[in-house]
T-cell receptor
């Protein structure tokens, strides 16, 4: 089944403890992206990638890192999480920028 | 910079009534336009998209949208709403060319409630 898989689905962590949210797609898509969703703010793009080793900042990149070493994987790294990064995170992929397929989301709580 | 405005935060319609959700965008060239739906606790599902050609596009679940360049709008419509359409709807705009095609910008969403 064609899909975008994120892990974990739920995560509670403490301030400052490095974490990684994984994202994998099995559709051989070129583009991948991370979004965060907050009430009243909609979805805001964190980073996106056009291909292996090619990434660019979205609207809210501060406090996040990404890497694209393989086409199928696009992990999101929070080196030192803070409470304002508590959010619902979505990974997405697209064949050619013509509309993203979204994962099921990761609900992150930073205490 | 591109941006998307969804003027209505929350809309309530009766089941069987028609629906129109508004979306206005700002973009310097011809954009790619999308509508997504998010049911409670779920991810986002693509309803329809516009790239070029016919300005009236058909999507899944009986939805359609019309691109109006002169009004910078891409409103979503459905002739008869079902209770299962209750969800949050997001309009999005993306670049139609170049490396920034992955930079898809979303509006803040419109929550749709359906009365029996």
């Amino acid at each position: 089944e064609a899909q975008v898989t994120q892990n974990p689905r739920y995560l509670i962590t403490v301030t400052g403890k490095k974490l990684t949210v994984t994202c994998s797609q099995n559709m051989n898509h070129e583009y991948m992206s991370w979004y965060r969703q907050d009430p009243g703010l909609g979805l805001r793009q964190i980073y996106y990638s056009m291909n292996v080793e090619v990434t660019d900042k979205g609207d809210v990149p501060e406090g996040y890192k990404v890497s694209r070493k393989e086409k199928r994987n696009f992990p999101l790294i929070l080196e030192s999480p803070s409470p304002n990064q508590t959010s619902l995170y979505f990974c997405a992929s697209s064949l050619s920028g013509d509309g993203y397929t979204f994962g099921s989301g990761t609900r992150l709580t930073v205490v | 910079a591109q941006s998307v405005t969804q003027p209505d935060i929350h809309i309530t319609v009766s089941e069987g009534a028609s629906l129109e959700l508004r979306c206005n965008y700002s973009y310097g060239a011809t954009p790619y336009l999308f509508w997504y739906v998010q049911s409670p606790g779920q991810g986002l599902q693509l309803l329809l998209k516009y790239f070029s050609g016919d300005t009236l596009v058909q999507g899944i679940k009986g939805f359609e949208a019309e691109f109006k360049r002169s009004q910078s709008s891409f409103n979503l419509r459905k002739p008869s709403v079902h209770w299962s359409d209750a969800a949050e709807y997001f309009c999005a705009v993306g670049a139609s060319y170049g490396g920034s095609q992955g930079n898809l910008i979303f509006g803040k969403g419109t929550k749709l409630s359906v009365k029996p």
